[in-house]
């Protein structure tokens, strides 16, 4: 008789398959099992697309419960957007402050380039590191001495990522700016503007107040330079941090898969993304559902702070709204401290289900 567990499993998508053992010069890989293996059908229109990609981010989340070493990636990864957000902020203030004529455009695609090579590596690593069965273990940093043997491959991805998410930067911002006509200004207010736009309005706002401009510049009347905080100077480069990161997980997530061909098949760079664009081709639909489930899972938090700005206006009076008192300071680097380890964590599960969805689609392909 079918238990009840067994059935829900199954439901989930989260019924496993013996894994798949593929021979290659460098030896055995065994790619970790799938979520959930679905039908030989081909075609980004197979039954259960959307569920198996919930699935994947489902069995990623299970993963990463399971394997709490996987969580250096997601402490590493964080500290490696930290580092980007100084060489910004670092960017503004020697240029701003210092009057040091800088290149712009050479210093954010070294910033860029460095941000992406230690992503990606982290990400070869978190590949490597997954247990090819359920009842292993993991060992990030295994996976990370691993990922050394792709150096040059991923360097030169990097190189190649780095460069496409400089040119989408000029294209949305710098062409507006130099040719300011009136299609193009059209679209720069209904897509990049309007992004930017709300992004600076809802972070001047609690509990985030991040801007260096009156009345939100609570954290920068620190005495410290010409009596004001570095804080000020932070400001801007969390700012261009956050933008380029999403463009770095738009160009990550339309490359899912290069990293794992690269790792795991130990293909050159040029066939792992021809091998990339193949697959997604076949896999859109999952990849697409996963990264909605994980959106919304990170949106629900991200919208909790409307919560938290509500409480405040009602408890604090009209006056001093603009100037949160201590206990209200310290609730909001709380929260926004809670929002970023769940953007971090669920990226990490992204990552996981990214290798789950490419150990799926490549047991359907040996299976027809």
Not at 187 to 206: A, K, M, P, V, W
Not at 299 to 323: E, K, W
Request: with cysteine; hydrophobic share 50%.
């Amino acid at each position: 008789m079918t238990s009840v567990s067994e059935i829900t499993e199954h439901w989930l998508g989260l019924c496993r398959k013996p894994p798949l053992v593929h021979a290659s010069k460098a030896g055995i890989v065994y790619l970790p099992e799938p979520a959930h293996a679905g039908s030989p059908d081909g075609g980004g229109g197979r039954p259960g697309t959307v569920r198996r990609g919930i699935g994947a981010a489902l069995s990623g989340a299970k993963t990463l419960a399971q394997n709490r070493q996987l969580l250096w990636f997601t402490l590493l990864a964080g500290l490696v957007l930290a580092g980007n957000t100084i060489g910004q902020a670092a960017f503004f203030y020697i240029g701003h402050n210092l009057h040091m004529p800088l290149n712009s455009l050479a210093w954010r695609f070294f910033i860029e380039f460095a941000t992406l090579f230690c992503l990606v590596f982290l990400l070869a690593g978190l590949f490597l590191s997954i247990p090819s069965k359920k009842e292993d273990t993991a060992s990030f940093f295994d996976g990370l001495a691993g990922a050394k043997k792709y150096k040059k491959a991923i360097f030169l991805w990097s190189f190649v990522l780095a460069l496409a998410g400089m040119l989408l930067v000029i294209v949305l911002s710098y062409v507006p700016a130099r040719f300011p006509t009136h299609e193009i200004l059209f679209l720069y207010h209904n897509g990049f503007g309007r992004f930017d736009s709300f992004l600076f309005s809802t972070l001047s706002q609690f509990p985030f107040n991040l801007s260096g401009l009156p009345p939100y510049d609570i954290f920068t009347e620190i005495p410290g330079y010409g009596g004001r905080s570095v804080l000020l100077w932070f400001y801007p480069g969390f700012r261009e941090t956050l933008v380029f990161s999403v463009i770095n997980l738009l160009l990550l997530i339309l490359t899912a898969f290069v990293v794992p061909l690269i790792v795991l098949k130990q293909k050159t760079l040029r066939e792992a993304v021809a091998g990339s664009f193949a697959l997604m081709k076949k896999t859109w639909v999952e990849v697409a559902a996963c990264v909605v489930f994980l959106g919304v899972v990170v949106s629900g938090v991200f919208l909790m702070s409307l919560l938290v700005q509500a409480a405040h206006g009602m408890v604090t009076p009209l006056a001093t709204y603009y100037r949160p008192t201590g206990a209200w300071i310290a609730l909001g680097f709380l929260y926004d401290l809670a929002l970023l380890i769940v953007a971090f964590v669920v990226a990490t599960v992204g990552g996981i289900a990214a290798l789950d969805l490419y150990s799926s689609e490549k047991i359907r392909e040996s299976i027809k």
